[in-house]
C-alpha cells in the first residue's frame, strides 16, 4: 500500500481529499491524487472502491472551532487502486502547498494499525471490505483480530 507521511510530522496515511459540489466521487479522486501525489490517470488503475460511505469523528480537542466551515470529522468513499505506471511519476511537490513530504509502500494492513488513533476504525472497515479484491482466497489472519478490536 502507498503510505505517506505528513509534510513536517512524523504522522502517516492514505491520501485524501474533499469532493468540490460539482465533482463526483471518482472526479475528486482523480484531482486529489494529482494534487497530493503527482499521478496522473493513466498511472493508475481502479480496482474497486466502498460500497458506501465511511465515516469517522474528530476528538474534540482537535475541532478548530473558529474553523469555517466547521469541521467535526468525514465521510469518505474509498478506492483501491494499482499503480501502472512508473514510481516516478510520484512527485509529492506538485501544488505550493505539498501535504506529504514522503512515502513508501506497506504490507496492506499496516495502515490500520498505525494511523492517527481516532482514523483506526475507519481505515480497517474500509480495507476489509476492499481485501477481497486483492485477497479472493480470504484474508490473513492476522486481519480477523484487528477488524475485531476495530469493531469494538
Keep these: 500500500m502507498f503510505w505517506a507521511k505528513r509534510i513536517g510530522q512524523d504522522s502517516w496515511q492514505f491520501p485524501q481529499g474533499g469532493i468540490r459540489e460539482s465533482e463526483s ?10 494534487e497530493e501525489t503527482g499521478l496522473q490517470p493513466e498511472h493508475v488503475e481502479i480496482i474497486g472502491c466502498t460500497r458506501k460511505w465511511l465515516r469517522y469523528r474528530l476528538p474534540k480537542h482537535l475541532i478548530r472551532r473558529r474553523a469555517r466551515p466547521l469541521c467535526i470529522g468525514q465521510k469518505q468513499r474509498w478506492f483501491l487502486l494499482r499503480l501502472v505506471g512508473d514510481e516516478m511519476h510520484v512527485r509529492l511537490d506538485i501544488t505550493t502547498t505539498p501535504e506529504f513530504d514522503g512515502w513508501c509502500w506497506v504490507d496492506y494492513w499496516r495502515p490500520a494499525r498505525e494511523v492517527v488513533f481516532f482514523k483506526r476504525q ?3 472497515r474500509a480495507l476489509q471490505e476492499l481485501a477481497p479484491l486483492l485477497f479472493p482466497d480470504g484474508m490473513p489472519e492476522d486481519v480477523a483480530s484487528l477488524t475485531e478490536r476495530g469493531s469494538r
Excluded: D, G, I, N
Excluded at 466521487?25 to 494529482?34: D, G, H, W
Design 25 to 34: 466521487p471518482e472526479e475528486a479522486l482523480y484531482r486529489e491524487l494529482r
Design 122 to 124: 475507519v481505515y480497517a
